[in-house]
């Protein structure tokens, strides 16, 4: 059995994509999870929930933590979605599961709203949003193309 693993950044896009295959059908299994930061400076404190998206996705939603008094302010979003061919997706209420698959592509977007030193004020999870929208119809073989135009 062989299985590759193909990922890529994409300024086309705005994503990260990550393409599973295998040599024989079905055999793509998995689960996906996705995990923020915490803060180490006060025990307990949380500042990131994950949360499953239906039908097939997972989004990570946090802040930077406080330190030295200072509280954070960076907000930052990450969503990832499975787009699976052959299979089952199974989504959680934090982790997806992809069973028996012949292909998987999992294009990832992440945005903060850092605008600049002075400015804080953008919606990540609108960008990320945008991202994940704007690539709904794109195939995987598009994305790469695009990817490889753009380099």
């Known amino acids: 059995m062989r299985f590759a693993r193909e990922a890529f950044?994409?300024?086309v896009d705005q994503i990260i994509v990550v393409h599973?295959?295998?040599d024989k059908p079905g055999q793509i299994s998995f689960i996906a999870e996705i995990f923020g930061g915490k803060?180490?400076?006060e025990v307990g404190d949380?500042?990131?929930?994950?949360?499953?998206v239906k039908p097939n996705g997972l989004v990570l939603k946090g802040k930077s933590s406080t330190y030295?008094?200072?509280?954070?302010?960076v907000k930052y979003?990450?969503?990832v979605k499975a787009v699976a061919q052959g299979g089952k997706m199974t989504l959680q209420e934090e982790s997806l599961t992809v069973k028996g698959a012949d292909e998987v592509t999992l294009p990832i977007a992440a945005a903060t709203n850092f605008i600049n030193y002075k400015d804080i004020s953008?919606?990540?999870e609108a960008r990320v949003k945008k991202y994940l929208f704007d690539i709904k119809d794109k195939s995987y073989d598009?994305?790469?193309?695009d990817h490889i135009v753009e380099h």
């Open 9 to 11: 950044s994409s300024p």
């Open 20 to 22: 599973l295959t295998a």
């Open 39 to 41: 803060n180490t400076q």
């Open 46 to 52: 949380e500042y990131f929930t994950v949360s499953g």
């Open 68 to 73: 030295l008094g200072i509280e954070g302010r």
């Open 77 to 79: 979003v990450t969503g």
């Open 122 to 124: 953008a919606d990540p």
């Open 142 to 145: 598009q994305l790469r193309r």
